[in-house]
């Protein structure tokens, strides 16, 4: 099938009340939370639109994941810089990593057959 939507952006930060203050402001609540040994991560939701951040240390990336079906059977057209192929994630998906003409990654994802 391809991808149907846009599945939620992932925004990592080092500044993490900063980053969680600028989202709620937007209207976001979170709907989640997790990390361990100093990391923190949730998921925020705005009606049917959802964020993940995620505090990091180092470089902060940002990327867009894409809802995905029948990645199995998708066929990307000439030109497409794939950086990581359909694979499946600790986090209980299978995704595909690809990169734009200007280097920024993003991410296709689909929920993992059971």
Known sequence: MGITGLGHIYAETNDWESSASFWRGLGFEFAERWGSDGHRAGRLQSGSASVVIAEVEGEPQFTV?????????????????VDTPLE??????????????????????EEAAS
Do not use: K, Q, Y
């Open 65 to 81: 994941f894409f809802a995905l079906e029948g990645g199995d059977a998708f066929s990307m057209g000439p030109g497409i810089t």
């Open 88 to 109: 499946d994630t600790h986090w209980g998906t299978r995704w595909i990593r690809v990169r734009d003409a200007d280097g920024r990654v993003h991410a296709l994802e």
